[in-house]
């Protein structure tokens, strides 16, 4: 299982490409987070090659999250889609002559997921329940064309 996730540097020279195109089962994610869940397949495309001296990743990953919604607290699906990811690794960082790019993947996956989510397309119902405990803000701005100043107010003289 490990084997899909290697790229084998011997293998990409001369201008040689790996494509990648796999279909991977969440659980090299290793999430174990009440708020956080990966239940649906990563679809991984891309492409590896050798520029120069370095190893070139480029990557187009799309996979579900589940988060809490920020109102009601109920999981939501939220899509994340990467497009066009680019990595670079010097050669000289792979002395096996193999590159394994599981926890890689992991942190790009993991840096996409929203830190805020609502269910129903940012439409909860249990909105009106908590309008009552949020603040309005007015759209008039209180701030001077030259910004805040929150130490105006004082006599300070050096």
């Known amino acids: 299982m490990e084997d899909q996730f ?44 050798i520029a120069d ?7 187009n990953i799309r996979t579900e999250a589940w988060v ?9 699906a939220t899509e994340i889609v990467i497009h066009n990811f680019y990595h670079s690794e010097s050669m000289e960082e792979i002395k096996t002559g193999i590159f394994n790019f599981k926890n890689l993947l992991r942190e ?29 803000h007015s759209e008039e701005k209180t701030v001077d064309e030259d910004g805040y100043h929150p130490f105006a107010d004082l006599d300070w003289k050096p």
Request: hydrophobic share 35%; glycine share 4%; charged share 25%.
């Open 108 to 136: 790009t996956i993991l840096l996409e997921v929203p830190p805020f989510a609502e269910c129903n397309q940012g439409n909860c119902s249990a909105r009106k329940e908590v309008a009552q405990y949020l603040k309005e």
């Open 53 to 59: 001296k370095e190893l070139i990743l480029n990557w």
């Open 68 to 76: 809490p919604c920020s109102i009601c607290n109920e999981p939501v």
């Open 6 to 49: 290697k790229v084998f540097v011997e293998q990409l020279r001369e201008g040689q490409e790996k494509e990648i195109n796999e279909v991977l089962s969440p659980d090299f994610l290793e999430i174990n987070e009440p708020d956080l869940a990966f239940n649906e397949p990563i679809s991984l495309e891309g492409v590896a090659y």
